[in-house]
C-alpha cells in the first residue's frame, strides 16, 4: 500500500526527460482554468508546491505578463531543470511539509495534484506551511471528496489521498473558500474526471 514517504522517495528518485514528458503538457486544458482562476485577482508572486518540471509555470507565463515565478520540488533534477528553463524564477530542492520560506513571502501558493500523495497524518503540517507562507491566496487542484468512505475507496483502490478540502482549510482558519468541479472537457479519463476540483481560498490575515 502506498504511504507518504514511499510516495515521496518515488518522486524524489524519478528519472524522466523533464522537458518532453512535462514541460511540453503546457498546454493543458486544466493548466488554463489554473491561469484562469489566477486571474481573478490581483497578485505578484507565485511559488508553486511541486512544480515538476514547470508546465503550470510556462501556461501563467504565457497567459499572464509581469509575474514572479518559483517552485519547489524533492526531485533535484526537476529543479535543475526549472532553474535553466525559467531565468530569474526562484527554484529550491524541498518539501512543502517544511517550507524554507519567511512568513507571508508569496502572494500565492499554488498545487496541481501534490497532496494526493499527502497521507492524512501528514496533511495537516502541510495545510499549516500553506497558512503560514501564503500573503493573499491559494489555488489548488486536488482530490477532493465530502464522504469518508468514498476517500477510503479511492485510496484502497488507487493509492491516492483526497480531503475535504472546504472542512480542512476552514479548520485552519482560511475562509473565502471556493470549490469548482473541473470541467468534464479539461480531463476526459483517469480518475481526475470523477476527483478533481479547483479549489481557492484565502489564508488568515497576519495578526
Same mark, same amino acid.
Given at each position: ?113 501534490? !497532496?494526493?500523495?499527502?497521507?492524512? #497524518? $501528514?496533511?495537516? +503540517? ?6 503560514? %507562507?501564503?500573503?493573499? *491566496? ?21 493509492? !491516492?489521498?483526497?480531503?475535504?478540502? #472546504? $472542512?480542512?482549510? +476552514? ?6 473558500? %471556493?470549490?469548482?468541479? *473541473? ?25
Amino acid at each position: 500500500m502506498k504511504t507518504t514517504k514511499s510516495q515521496t522517495k518515488y518522486w524524489e528518485n524519478r528519472k524522466i526527460d523533464w522537458d518532453k514528458s512535462y514541460l511540453s503538457t503546457w498546454n493543458h486544458p486544466h493548466r488554463y482554468i489554473l491561469s484562469v482562476i489566477l486571474n481573478t485577482f490581483e497578485w505578484h508572486s507565485l511559488m508553486e508546491l511541486g512544480v515538476g518540471g514547470g508546465a503550470n509555470l510556462k501556461n501563467i507565463l504565457t497567459v499572464l505578463k509581469g509575474k514572479q515565478l518559483g517552485g519547489i520540488d524533492v526531485n533535484p533534477d526537476a529543479i535543475e531543470f526549472c532553474k535553466k528553463t525559467f531565468k530569474g524564477g526562484i527554484f529550491r530542492t524541498e518539501s512543502a511539509e517544511d517550507l524554507l520560506m519567511s512568513d507571508k513571502s508569496s502572494d500565492v501558493l499554488l498545487s496541481d495534484m501534490t !497532496y494526493i500523495y499527502v497521507g492524512p #497524518f $501528514k496533511i495537516n +503540517k502541510h495545510i499549516k506551511e500553506l497558512k503560514r %507562507v501564503a500573503r493573499n *491566496m491559494v489555488v489548488l487542484f486536488e482530490f477532493h471528496e465530502t464522504k469518508w468512505y468514498n476517500r477510503l475507496k479511492l485510496y484502497l483502490k488507487s493509492g !491516492y489521498f483526497s480531503y475535504n478540502w #472546504f $472542512k480542512l482549510l +476552514k479548520k485552519h482558519g482560511f475562509y473565502d473558500i %471556493v470549490i469548482m468541479k *473541473m470541467p468534464k472537457d479539461a480531463w476526459d479519463e483517469g480518475l481526475q474526471t470523477k476527483y478533481a476540483y479547483y479549489i481557492k481560498a484565502k489564508p488568515p490575515k497576519r495578526l
